[in-house]
């Protein structure tokens, strides 16, 4: 007989990346109970949603080329509509004290139709036009997938070891089809046409993915002291995808195969994984250190061409740990990972598309892996009768022979990308960051940080190599202060100096000032009413590559009234972005590109809500 159990229904925000505007239709169901003294469990959700986003950008970008500059404008509209139904379980069984199984199972359905056209211009830096490109695309597609995976484990006799095993199945399938309709205009020096490149297509998608992950965990007490873990993994994944391009006949049919953009792949990948760590505790102090390694076969299939890609190779990675305990709230522990990153199969041999003229991929055959060091020290304090809290954190990595890419512009102002190694050269990341918080009198906590963020990378531009090196500076005040049932409020204040430097732009400043500052509070009134807002001051100082001040105030503002005893059924008024001042907007000054995008976006806008919790309607389901 179950010992209880509930349902609820809810609503749940769409994925929606704040650009655009969007309608949304959300919904869902929650069940789960326990029986069998708790021994075991189900808990399953199905959820709905229905998103369309309709949205238009502009985009502003600056090339700086070793020889020169290429300015371009884009303007781009769309409207995107998804459609998914995902249903999900989860049922756990105790088989005895010393033995669990759990069984995951998941599917969904998903359909889009995606609708978008785009505008282009290219000019050099004296302004003369070098291309102009117009291009219109639909998409209409359905994807279907599926997974189960079931986790079994036990402690055996043994005190200390342990046994686990874990098998895992997924699958995912997914057909589309769309027009793909551009014109692309390049010119000569003296303003007149060069060439005119037309695409008028019908595009067809086809593809599967299958995976099968096993994997089996072995703990072994040494002494007192010592365990060692080991672990075996078999990974089998297969793929395979059929992207067909088609032009139009002289019947206005499109049934002609253009065999340059077509291609049938099929890819097997086996991966063989094995590991082992060695923990060492005693004491204070806790050690660790081992290794994992993989073995991958990989075979691709060309079935247009009748051509097999065979691919082999090792990964390792290293880690070790160093912890020590001054007591149960004060730690040290410092971490060391390695891992080898192997080319992807899209940088090796990518696969030809036209979808936009003017940026082509093209494969390295010849790349190698490359090998990425990682060190990390934490320490935190923490006093409870005075709530002081402390806490240091620092990491740096560098990684050897990394795949870095090489942009190559021609005259016209297309742009090939390749992916190359980089020689001689590490680049590197830096992180310090450092936290203090203190309890005051009345319940006022105050909180200061400091932290240093940087990184050092490489690309090409034209077979020349561009270092860029790019750093955070930033500190901040916070003071909050709580009283239960009565009021709550936080205010920090986050000011900032940001570097960016690129050989390629010496005698460009982007360096700036930022400052960003957070208020929020809570008001609980008689008659179960409750008040709150937030707002947010984000401030970016003009550098050389953006001539303006970027500044805005964001304030969201609610009311709450919350019925009956359980307070299960409540009533919200919600105002967002009162002030109307959420601009969309997005800069970044990269490598060798300055980029501006603009994207309308939600604004002001109020809502009203109904909530009801099912959960807080009362006891559960009696014996």
């Keep these: 007989m179950s010992d209880g159990g509930g349902i609820y229904i809810s609503g749940e925000r769409s994925d929606y990346n704040g650009q655009g505007i969007p309608i949304s239709r959300n919904g869902g169901l929650h069940y789960d109970t326990k029986w069998n003294s708790d021994k075991q469990s189900i808990n399953t959700n199905y959820k709905i949603s229905h998103l369309e986003v309709d949205g238009n950008s502009s985009t502003i970008t600056q090339n700086n080329l070793p020889t020169g500059i290429i300015n371009s404008n884009s303007a781009t509209d769309y409207n995107n509509t998804s459609f998914r139904q995902k249903l999900d379980g989860t049922y756990e069984v105790k088989l005895d004290s010393a033995t669990t199984l759990k069984v995951i199972v998941e599917g969904g359905v998903s359909e889009v139709d995606n ?177 994992k390694v993989s073995t991958v076969d990989f075979k691709q299939k060309d079935l247009y061409n009748d051509r097999t890609y065979s691919r082999n190779f090792v990964n390792w990675n290293p880690q070790a740990t160093y912890q020590y305990r001054f007591s149960q709230q004060r730690s040290l522990r410092i971490n060391y990972t390695g891992y080898t990153s192997q080319p992807s199969i899209s940088q090796i041999q990518p696969i030809r598309v036209n979808d936009d003229p003017l940026n082509i991929v093209v494969g390295n055959p010849d790349l190698r892996p490359s090998y990425q060091n990682r060190f990390e020290v934490y320490f935190n304090s923490y006093k409870v009768m005075s709530e002081q809290s402390i806490y240091l954190y620092s990491s740096y990595n560098f990684t050897s022979n990394q795949i870095v890419q090489n942009t190559l512009t021609d005259s016209a102002g297309k742009n090939i990308y390749q992916a190359v190694n980089l020689k001689d050269k590490q680049p590197s990341n830096l992180n310090l960051s450092a936290y203090y918080s203190q309890k005051l009198i009345g319940n006022v906590n105050v909180g200061l940080e400091l932290g240093v963020y940087g990184n050092t990378y490489f690309n090409y531009v034209n077979a020349v190599l561009n270092k860029t090196k790019s750093y955070n500076y930033t500190g901040g005040l916070r003071v909050s202060q709580y009283k239960q049932k009565k009021y709550e409020f936080s205010l920090s204040f986050r000011p900032g100096y940001s570097t960016n430097e690129s050989s390629l732009q010496a005698d460009v400043d982007n360096n700036g000032f930022v400052f960003n500052s957070f208020a929020d509070f809570a008001v609980y009134l008689p008659g179960k009413f409750q008040i709150r807002s937030n707002s947010r001051y984000e401030f970016r100082e003009k550098t050389q590559s953006f001539d303006e001040d970027f500044e805005r105030m964001i304030i969201d503002a609610s009311v709450e009234k919350k019925f009956f005893k359980s307070d299960a059924f409540r009533l919200v008024f919600r105002g967002n972005d009162l002030l109307n001042q959420n601009k969309g907007i997005s800069r970044s000054a990269n490598n060798n590109m300055v980029v501006e995008n603009r994207y309308n976006t939600i604004r002001r806008n109020f809502m009203v809500s109904a909530i009801w919790d099912f959960n807080k309607m009362g006891g559960g389901i009696k014996k």
């Design 115 to 291: 609708l978008g056209s785009n505008v282009t211009a290219s000019y050099k830096g004296d302004g003369t036009l070098l291309n102009t490109g117009r291009r219109s695309n639909t998409n209409d597609g359905k994807e279907q997938q599926f997974s189960a995976s079931a986790l079994y484990t036990k402690k055996l006799k043994k005190s200390g070891r342990t046994l686990s095993v874990l098998a895992a199945q997924s699958l995912r399938e997914n057909e589309s089809s769309g027009y793909l309709n551009s014109v692309n205009e390049f010119f000569d020096k003296d303003g007149g046409t060069q060439s005119i490149q037309n695409i008028d297509q019908l595009k067809k998608n086809d593809s599967r993915n299958s995976t099968l992950r096993t994997n089996l965990t072995y703990t072994e007490p040494l002494s007192s002291v010592l365990s060692l873990v080991v672990n075996y993994g078999l990974n089998l994944r297969s793929s395979s995808a059929d992207r067909r391009s088609y032009n139009m006949s002289a019947n206005g049919q499109y049934n002609l195969l253009d065999t340059v953009f077509s291609n049938n792949f099929e890819v097997d990948e086996t991966d063989h994984q094995g590991g082992a760590v060695l923990n060492y505790k005693k004491n204070k102090a806790t050690f660790n250190f081992g290794s």
